[in-house]
């Protein structure tokens, strides 16, 4: 039976770029089809070092009853445990000299639903029947994003200054000279480092926003999913910043954890009170497993050490290697760019003059069980069908074992190898 729908209804009950690549990513993780190639989701690598770190922290919590009791049989707060908050301030404090406590920290299920609640709690439809936007500086941004809102257009986004690198190289960069913020902006947003492209924006334009924010009475959110100190997938040399009218979100996902579903945002009071409110209605509270396995290690700092000693660099490594392998199976013919690697899990991979769509190209790759995503779902709050850049590009994700990435590399350079020949 299909029941009309509301328009809250009707607004996330569609088909949407992410819903499709959890769809694949789902489907190819549960069939277990050594034919598949998942190159797509944002699937954490199984990294056996720190899969063992989290097994054996679940064994700890498993011999204690008491715990047993506390993490499965209780409801916490709606802003999450009061000891994991202030464990996580004080790790902000001792770091990075930040005046923050545990009522600057809120435990949301997962980063997504973090941005759900802040994307639609700062912008969309207000109650004077106006409405308001979220200003992307930096476009493509993550998918995960777009399709988020329950009321109106949420976002206003704006096209990067791209620099040529060498032959097969590129970079996106802020186009300062074109940000508009006006009354209709009600935050701005960005994440860093960037999925889909790996760019991270550096310290001094990340400074820039923030006082370019201030200057509006407007907060900067930056989503850290893939950030510093945590999971600290990031190969460049930048730090994070926090001002009180900042937002800044992380999450355990990328540490190895997404099955636990928990995020953590860190802003100012007012912010997190409005997110704990929001927790309250939409779930009562959230799950405890991630902030119970975690704990001990962000009081330790250990969390600092596995980041930095054991998840940092397998990703920096593969991603260099992922290059080298994307690159030797490509013709040198074909005019493609991979953007300049920064952080998070990605290959950015933009084709210029692709004689077809990025979802065309997404759907023969299908057909061949290879998985990645097309550019043009992270293209979103731009008005510009003129810009072919935006049809032009695959993220494609290499935390997939190197046999898996390989044969998909093969694939794909097929096929698109196939549309530059000449004959
Ligand atoms: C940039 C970014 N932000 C947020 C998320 C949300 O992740 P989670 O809800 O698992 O914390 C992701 C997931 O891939 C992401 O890539």
Redesign the pocket.
């Known amino acids: 039976m299909k029941y009309p729908l509301s328009t809250f209804g009707n607004r996330l009950a569609l088909q949407s770029g992410i819903g499709e690549l959890m769809q694949d990513l789902g489907q190819a993780l549960a069939s277990g089809d050594e034919n598949l190639c998942m190159l797509g989701?944002?699937q954490p690598a199984h990294i056996p070092q720190v899969d063992q770190i989290w097994a054996q922290r679940l064994s700890e919590i498993a011999a204690d009853p008491q715990q047993v009791n506390r993490v499965l049989g209780d409801y916490q707060p709606p802003g999450g445990d009061a000891a994991f908050r202030d464990a996580v301030a004080s790790l902000f404090r001792r770091e990075f000299g930040w005046p923050i406590s545990g009522e600057n920290v809120c435990i949301t299920?997962?980063?997504?639903?973090?941005?759900f609640l802040l994307l639609n709690a700062l912008a969309g439809q207000f109650d004077d029947g106006t409405t308001k936007k979220i200003l992307l500086p930096i476009v493509p941004e993550?998918i995960?994003?777009a399709d988020q809102s329950t009321s109106c257009e949420l976002f206003r986004g704006v096209r990067p200054l791209i620099e040529r690198i060498g032959d097969h190289e590129f970079k996106y960069s802020i186009d300062f000279d074109s940000l508009r913020i006006d009354d209709q902006i009600a935050a701005i947003c960005l994440?860093r480092?960037?999925?889909p492209s790996s760019n991270v924006i550096g310290d001094e334009e990340l400074q820039r926003l923030a006082e370019l924010a201030d200057q509006h009475g407007i907060p900067l959110i930056v989503?850290n999913?893939?950030g510093d100190p945590f999971p600290g997938v990031i190969f460049t040399d930048t730090s994070p910043i926090w001002n009180p009218s900042m937002v800044l979100?992380y999450?355990?996902?990328?540490l190895g954890l997404?099955g636990t579903?928990?995020?953590i945002v860190i802003a100012d009071q007012a912010v997190i009170e409005t997110i704990s409110s929001m927790n309250a209605i939409t779930s009562l509270a959230n799950n405890n497993v991630g902030q119970a396995i975690i704990q001990p290690l962000i009081e330790s700092d250990e969390i600092l050490t596995v980041s930095r000693e054991l998840i940092r660099p397998f990703y920096q490594q593969r991603a260099a290697e992922v290059q080298t392998w994307l690159s030797d199976v490509l013709d040198d013919s074909v005019p493609y760019r991979i953007h300049r690697s920064e952080g998070?899990f990605f290959i950015w991979l933009w084709v210029e003059g692709l004689p077809i769509t990025s979802a065309e190209l997404y759907d023969r790759l299908k057909r061949r069980g290879v998985l990645v995503i097309s550019g043009h779902y992270f293209f979103f709050g731009i008005d510009d069908p003129s810009w072919d850049h935006r049809n032009e590009c695959l993220r494609i994700s290499f935390t997939a074992p190197e046999s898996v990435l390989r044969k998909g590399f093969a694939i794909l350079a097929e096929e698109i190898n196939q549309l530059f020949a000449t004959n």
Request: no cysteine; glycine share 20%.
């Open positions: 989701g944002g299920a997962g980063g997504q639903t973090a941005f993550y995960g994003y994440s480092p960037t999925n989503d999913a893939y979100t999450s355990l996902s990328k997404p579903r928990t995020g998070a």
